[in-house]
Each structure stands twice: as structure tokens, then as C-alpha cells.
């Protein structure tokens, strides 16, 4: 599990909780809750990396967004 904040969360819109896996190729399947499932590769690897911080690299910030942009609407 790994936490996601929707864009435009006070200080923290550019940063997440844990890492997502980047296991398989670097590509990771993500489940909703409408029971829809996506997979996505991740255009910066996660492993080794000691904290999920996208501000400091620009493929990283992309992989953020894209998780982002599937949030539910607040």
C-alpha cells in the first residue's frame, strides 16, 4: 500500500506516502474501486529509492501526475 494525495493538497501535492512496486518490467497493475484495473509503467524506477520524491526528478513528477489524475473526484 502506498499513499497518494490529490493535486492541489496544501505542500505535500508533489510528494506520496511509501513507494509503489516497480516490479515486472518496472510496471505495476493498479485496482479501483469501481472495479476497473490499469496497468501503468512507471517512466522512473522505485526501487532503492528511499522516499517517493517527485519533485526532484521529472519522470518521477509524470508518474505522480498520472496517479493523481486518477484520484475520485473529492
Known amino acids: 500500500m502506498f499513499v497518494v494525495l490529490p493535486l ?8 506520496g506516502n511509501d513507494i509503489p512496486s ?3 518490467n518496472r510496471a505495476a497493475n493498479l ?7 490499469e496497468t501503468h509503467r ?3 524506477p522505485k526501487a ?4 517517493f520524491d517527485p519533485a526532484s526528478k ?7 501526475r ?3 489524475a486518477r ?4
Open 66 to 68: 498520472w496517479l493523481q
Open 42 to 44: 512507471w517512466r522512473w
Open 48 to 51: 532503492n529509492s528511499p522516499v
Open 31 to 37: 485496482s479501483f474501486v469501481d472495479g476497473h484495473v
Open 71 to 74: 484520484l475520485p473526484e473529492p
Open 22 to 24: 516497480d516490479r515486472h
Open 8 to 15: 492541489g493538497y496544501p505542500g505535500v501535492d508533489r510528494r
Open 58 to 64: 521529472p519522470d518521477d513528477l509524470q508518474d505522480l
